[in-house]
């Protein structure tokens, strides 16, 4: 059964970037053809699509988050990463990371920009 | 791109059925069959209900169906059940090679 984790630090301080790592369990991050994606969600508003890689590498990003955001993939970890730059308070929020679109889920984790 | 449009709320009780509009353009919805709903409970990660359209993952009840028409998707749950008391989001592929999802329905089970 594919399982998905995200990992990282909690907290980031305003200005700095924002890292976040997804282990994929159960399966490999390579061996089918589907993409990898990132999803937030602000405390107590709606989802927002983040980007997403497919395992060769070719990403696809928010255009309203796009000059921020970078995705990238680590098939010998069976990882893909998040890094989102220049954070303010309006990046606080939960982060999920997900297969294709979008099945199954991490279990997400708390992200708050705070100084 | 612009979030796609659902209703604020929606309510029924036990055993009635509900319907969740998805309200998006030429370029999303109503271009591609990549419409998908979540179903997210309070504090939990959203879980995929219906992909494509109108397809349902293995372990989703059949009580759970999805359509299109236009530029509009819809999600309709029958003999609702106090369980389905959530927040349902619908996501759609667009011609730009993004997601858009829509800004989330909650559904209260009467």
């Known amino acids: 059964q594919l399982q998905l984790q995200e990992s990282g630090p909690g907290l980031v301080k305003p200005s700095e970037t924002l890292s976040l790592t997804c282990t994929v369990s159960?399966?490999?991050?390579?061996?089918?053809?589907?993409?990898w994606g990132w999803i937030r969600q602000p405390p107590g508003k709606g989802l927002e699509w983040i980007g997403s890689?497919?395992?060769?590498?070719?990403?696809y990003y928010n255009p309203s988050l796009k000059s921020r955001v970078t995705i990238s993939v680590d098939t010998s970890k069976n990882q893909f990463s998040l890094k989102l730059s220049s954070v303010t308070a309006a990046d606080t929020a939960v982060y999920y990371c997900?297969?294709?679109?979008?099945?199954?889920w991490g279990q997400g984790t708390l992200v708050t920009v705070s100084s | 791109q612009s979030a796609l449009t659902q209703p604020a709320s929606v309510s029924g009780s036990p055993g009635q059925s509900i319907t969740i509009s998805c309200t998006g353009t030429?370029?999303?919805?109503?271009?591609?069959?990549?419409v998908s709903w979540y179903q997210q409970h309070p504090g939990k990660a959203p879980k995929l209900m219906i992909y494509?359209?109108?397809n349902r993952p293995s372990g989703v009840p059949d009580r759970f169906s999805g359509s299109k028409s236009g530029n509009t998707a819809s999600l309709t749950i029958s003999g609702l059940q106090a369980e389905d008391e959530a927040d349902y989001y619908c996501s759609s592929y667009t011609s730009s090679s993004t997601v858009v999802f829509g800004g989330g329905t909650k559904l209260t089970v009467l």
């Open positions: 890689i497919y395992y060769s590498g070719s990403t």
């Open positions: 030429s370029s999303d919805v109503g271009g591609y069959n990549y």
């Open positions: 159960g399966g490999s991050i390579s061996s089918s053809s589907y993409y």
């Open positions: 997900a297969r294709g679109g979008f099945d199954p």
């Open positions: 494509e359209v109108s």
